[in-house]
């Protein structure tokens, strides 16, 4: 039997036909393989461990002004220029890659890895001093200068801002988010983990302490209040927080009248080690504080101030602390 003529229009469509056969299959391959269903989604630190930990870089992330930015390859020379990228790094990397971090890292008055940057060496917080270190990638938080990522962006070192926190949801994110430009996603993913279990298990008690109405407070009089993770940290524990109980806000500043009025159950106050002595005897000398039922009844419940101002993983040992001593109390 004769065969029909090829129509010219198919041998004209035909390279295209075949060139688009090619694309969709590399598409289907990519670098996870033949699993064709992470080209349809972005893979970022908040994707599921499984399709994040082999992602190859270069990795994108949100830079300044919400460019995108990419870590081109694994980072060897990590600068920490936050103590919350101190804290997570010195439990997920190895000391190798951390080319340094920031000086407050070392100071046990505001950070909780004091003791462990030993040896490690101490940056400031301007660009010069970051770049003496040699990095390439710099950590920083939402506090640092716009001016200092301009200049390291513009001397070539990526720059990775962690984002705006208020609960141990946001703490997660942050730590993922320093596992994924890091390529320590797994190690990121166990801190998130122990997080989650320590939050699970403060829940599980939290009926324990049910009632208690906590006011957080420092020499000045200034609380935390709703939308601080202060207040998920008092929270977390099973207490009420009598600030945002009243509507303040993540900080405010109190006067006496109103901290009377409100009439807490029980304090708690960040210190210094060895300065809870001193502190409880200011409280009791104050000639408003000490009409507190609480400060009389020495209802104050001490933590280190690094600790209830970390915003990495440790933040849960603040509420661990103040449900301990509750429970020790009994009712309020």
């Keep these: 039997?004769?065969?029909?003529?090829?129509?010219?229009?198919?041998?004209?469509?035909?390279?295209?036909?075949?060139?688009?056969?090619?694309?969709?299959?590399?598409?289907?391959?990519?670098?996870?393989?033949?699993?064709?269903?992470?080209?349809?989604?972005p893979i970022t630190w908040r994707t599921d461990l499984d399709d994040r930990v082999d992602w190859p870089f270069p990795r994108r992330v949100s830079g300044l002004g919400g460019a995108d930015l990419q870590v081109h390859a694994p980072p060897r020379r990590i600068v920490a220029g936050s103590v919350l990228s101190a804290e997570v790094l010195l439990a997920i990397a190895p000391r190798e890659r951390i080319a340094g971090v920031h000086y407050l890292a070392a100071d046990s008055r505001y950070s909780m890895v004091a003791k462990s940057v030993a040896g490690v060496p101490l940056v400031g917080a301007e660009p010069e001093q970051l770049l003496a270190v040699r990095p390439d990638l710099v950590l920083v938080d939402a506090f640092t200068?716009?001016?200092?990522?301009?200049?390291?962006?513009?001397a070539g070192v990526p720059v990775v801002r962690t984002q705006a926190f208020s609960n141990f949801g946001d703490v997660a994110d942050n730590i993922r988010l320093i596992?994924?430009?890091?390529?320590?996603?797994?190690?990121?993913?166990?801190l998130v983990v122990d997080l989650r279990a320590r939050v699970a298990a403060l829940a599980k008690e939290a009926p324990a302490v049910q009632g208690w109405h906590v006011l957080t407070l420092d020499g000045a009089l200034d609380?935390?209040?709703?939308?601080?993770?202060?207040?998920?940290?008092?929270?977390?524990?099973?207490?009420?927080?009598v600030a945002a109980d009243h509507d303040v806000g993540p900080f405010r500043k109190l006067d006496i009248e109103s901290v009377l009025a409100w009439r807490p159950d029980a304090l708690l106050v960040g210190v210094v080690a060895g300065e809870e002595d001193s502190t409880r005897a200011r409280l009791q000398q104050d000639r408003?504080?000490?009409l507190l039922p609480c400060v009389q009844r020495q209802r104050i419940v001490f933590v280190p101030a690094a600790l209830l101002a970390s915003t990495s993983h440790l933040v849960a040992g603040a509420s661990e602390q103040l449900q301990a001593q509750l429970r020790a109390w009994g009712r309020p």
């Design 1 to 41: 039997m004769a065969r029909r003529p090829i129509h010219p229009a198919l041998l004209t469509a035909a390279p295209f036909l075949l060139l688009f056969g090619v694309v969709l299959l590399v598409m289907s391959c990519g670098p996870h393989g033949a699993d064709s269903r992470l080209q349809f989604k």
């Design 145 to 154: 200068r716009a001016e200092t990522h301009r200049l390291l962006q513009a």
């Design 179 to 190: 596992g994924w430009v890091t390529g320590l996603d797994a190690a990121a993913e166990q």
């Design 223 to 241: 609380t935390c209040g709703r939308g601080s993770l202060v207040d998920t940290v008092v929270r977390a524990a099973g207490a009420v927080n």
């Design 288 to 290: 408003g504080l000490r």
